[in-house]
């Protein structure tokens, strides 16, 4: 992938060569040309923001295990765990505030208990209060700040918000979906015009300058333009605009991901005295629930969410996002303890299974440290491509001043019917990715604006000479 004009006009001249006759591609690579050159100069410090954050993330997960090992591990291994209802108890004794929002029992041998609670004093609306338990010997090793479904600390939940919104809340959050609606657009423009003069790239080996760094650009970003499209894709899906276009496409598909039913049935009264203090012990209690969702194959690691209100089910969901994945979940009634409903992640639709693995992937957790370092491996290419684009320019002034831009006019070198269909598609692209086909649409007015002045100015020299 190229992030900067990759063009040639202002090298030194070359022997000439014998004519070929003209492709298809030639009328459109200036035109991709200009498009990569504005979208590189503009659009790069967002992608480098990005980059930076996106690769800090990456290695959160790691550093977090090491910062917070001793809430997230017990002491010692003891020969059997606690019942979860007494886990519970304990984290209750020692943090009574709020409401038992959902409990993650010990997952491994040497893992601590995780309850978490809302609705506590001093923390997030929209983020729990972890108190994690041994299950060995009930002590309350610390309770932390936690976020979104997998589990992320103080240090993993601040580099997440600062990579996808700069803590600027859902104003923020379009700097993110920005930077991913343009990473595909450059990274396939890149190759284009990689493949387009691949022939003289191969000349550029032990030359010196611009040469040099367009090299160095080209053969990285070809290869690492197919992970670049693939995190503007996955970024995308789950952001504002663009995010809400395809869950309403994926709706109207039935491809939504479904959701096991929480709805209760039989006579409830009796278990909203629990519920109303706070407590996670609604009917049957948790132990009973935790075997009921055993005996359907939900091992760990799992998340039991007590009952909304007197008329709900407790739900019981594996959370594994690493390869294989568990994604299983169950419903409880809670005067029963009876399974009344059960949803297997095999049976999602297609779109609803490719949406999570790749949202899985592009956060890290889907194949767990490698995935992680694959991606800081993107992250810092990225960073890397942006700068020897930077450079690319600043060569092209000659070192003077910032290199001029892609002449115009491109567009009219390109055939009718090649230019028709290729602006219907980029206007449906824009509908549906608004912060590309906006930003363009900007691009597009911007240039032509500055094109008509410096046209008359051309004109009113003719006239003067």
């Excluded at 090992?69 to 979860?84: F, H, Q, Y």
């Excluded at 039989?266 to 706070?278: I, K, L, P």
């Excluded at 568990?326 to 999602?348: H, I, N, S």
Aim: proline share 6%; aromatic share 8%.
């Amino acid at each position: 992938m190229s992030i900067a004009p990759s063009t040639t006009t202002d090298e030194a001249p070359q022997p000439a060569a014998p004519a070929q006759v003209p492709s298809r591609w030639a009328p459109l690579r200036p035109l991709v040309l200009r498009l990569h050159f504005y979208a590189g100069v503009f659009v790069a410090p967002f992608l480098l923001i990005a980059a930076v954050t996106g690769f800090l993330y990456a290695g959160a997960f790691q550093a977090e295990k090491i910062v917070y090992r001793n809430e997230m591990t017990v002491a010692a291994v003891g020969d059997s765990k606690l019942p979860i209802s007494t886990q519970v108890a304990a984290a209750r004794k020692a943090h009574p505030e709020g409401t038992v929002s959902a409990v993650r029992p010990s997952p491994e041998d040497d893992a601590t208990t995780r309850v978490l609670l809302s609705g506590v004093k001093g923390v997030d609306p929209n983020h729990t209060l972890a108190v994690f338990v041994d299950p060995y010997t009930g002590k309350v090793r610390g309770a932390l700040e936690q976020y979104g479904s997998t589990g992320a600390l103080p240090l993993r939940t601040w580099i997440d918000e600062f990579h996808r919104d700069l803590h600027l809340g859902e104003n923020g959050r379009l700097y993110s979906e920005f930077a991913a609606s343009w990473l595909w657009v450059i990274a396939g423009g890149g190759i284009a015009l990689w493949f387009s003069r691949r022939r003289a790239l191969r000349k550029v080996r032990g030359t010196s300058g611009r040469r040099r760094t367009l090299g160095l650009h080209g053969s990285v970003g070809v290869w690492a333009a197919a992970g670049f499209i693939f995190l503007s894709a996955t970024g995308l899906t789950w952001s504002t605009y663009a995010g809400a276009n395809i869950d309403e496409l994926r709706t109207s598909l039935g491809q939504s991901t479904p959701s096991v039913s929480a709805a209760a049935g039989g006579d409830h009264s009796g278990h909203g005295a629990s519920a109303s203090a706070g407590g996670a012990e609604h009917g049957v209690g948790l132990d009973k629930v935790l075997a009921a969702a055993r005996a359907e194959g939900l091992g760990d690691p799992v998340e039991m969410v007590p009952p909304a209100d007197e008329s709900s089910a407790y739900v019981v969901r594996q959370v594994q996002r690493s390869w294989p994945e568990k994604q299983d979940a169950v419903a409880v009634d809670p005067t029963t303890g009876e399974v009344t409903d059960v949803l297997r992640f095999a049976d999602y639709p297609l779109l609803a299974k490719l949406t999570r693995w790749g949202i899985d992937l592009h956060t890290g957790v889907l194949f767990g440290l490698v995935n992680q370092i694959a991606l800081m491996l993107l992250a810092l290419s990225l960073v890397l491509l942006i700068v020897w684009g930077y450079r690319m320019w600043w060569q092209r002034g000659r070192g003077s001043a910032f290199g001029r831009p892609i002449p115009r006019g491109a567009w009219q070198q390109v055939p009718p019917q090649i230019l028709v269909p290729g602006v219907v598609v980029v206007a449906v692209l824009g509908y549906f990715v608004p912060l590309l086909g906006i930003p363009l649409a900007g691009f597009i007015a911007a240039d032509v604006i500055l094109g008509e002045v410096a046209h008359r100015r051309g004109k009113k020299g003719v006239t003067a000479t």
